[in-house]
């Protein structure tokens, strides 16, 4: 007859082979939600061509109440699913204008392969976050601190006409958003997520490091 000893490891190694079965199915659900909402953004860009120019201002406002909603309303966080497909059909309709610039602006050598520098650094630091640092959940705070500052810089931004005070901003968001990366990569590692969320977390900080990467290239070239 198996020792006791024997029957507790067991249940140890089924309890441990339990929990990375769940684990790695969350992990799955993480990269499908990530491009789904890649998907999704990709739609509004498509239709972003057909976008008038009387609509993008409107649609920029709706962009930013809805991030100052999901930001400091908890009801609005409620209807996360909701606000987050809004949120990634409006963000391609505007994208569209601002990556066609882009790819006049830089050519379409350059364009990709500054989206591809931006990817490298978004697998960088999520390996960071994931396999090198211990614990960040103590950058979260100061993170969210940086995002109330750079909202309200980027507002101070639309009247100011100074290249390097948008330059600043630009590096500040960049910085900003890969640290995001190895935060939220970190809270993986941790199984702090919900996959849903964190699949849409992961497709802002790419897409924000993508524009901004971009954004400095032009300036930059100019």
């Known amino acids: 007859m198996p020792s006791s000893s ?4 067991h249940q140890h190694q089924n309890a441990r082979s339990k929990d990375n079965t769940q684990q790695n199915h969350a992990y799955r659900k993480v990269w499908l939600f990530f491009t789904y909402y ?15 120019v009387e609509w993008r201002r409107p649609l920029s406002i709706t962009l930013f109440v809805i991030v100052l909603a999901t930001l400091f309303i908890k009801r609005a966080r409620k209807y996360g699913l909701i606000i987050s497909h809004i949120y990634a059909i409006i963000i391609g309709l505007l994208s569209y204008a601002t990556f066609s610039m882009y790819m006049q602006n830089l050519g379409a050598d350059v364009f990709y392969k500054n989206i591809l520098l931006a990817i490298i650094a978004f697998i960088v630091f999520g390996i960071l976050g994931y396999f090198v640092i211990n614990d960040a959940s103590s950058l979260g705070k ?19 006409r100074n290249s390097i005070f948008h330059i600043v901003i630009t590096m500040v968001s960049l910085v900003l958003f890969l640290l995001y990366t190895l ?21 802002l900080n790419l897409l924000n490091i993508i524009k901004d990467i971009l954004n400095l290239a032009n300036r930059f070239k100019n």
């Open 142 to 160: 100061y993170l969210f601190v940086t995002l109330i500052a750079l909202i309200i810089a980027s507002l101070v931004g639309l009247f100011i």
């Open 183 to 203: 935060f939220d990569f970190n809270r993986m590692k941790h199984g702090r997520f919900t996959p849903r969320e964190m699949g849409f977390n992961l497709f």
């Open 6 to 9: 024997n029957l507790v490891n």
């Open 38 to 52: 890649w998907l999704i953004f990709g739609i509004g860009c498509y239709l972003g061509q057909y976008l008038p």
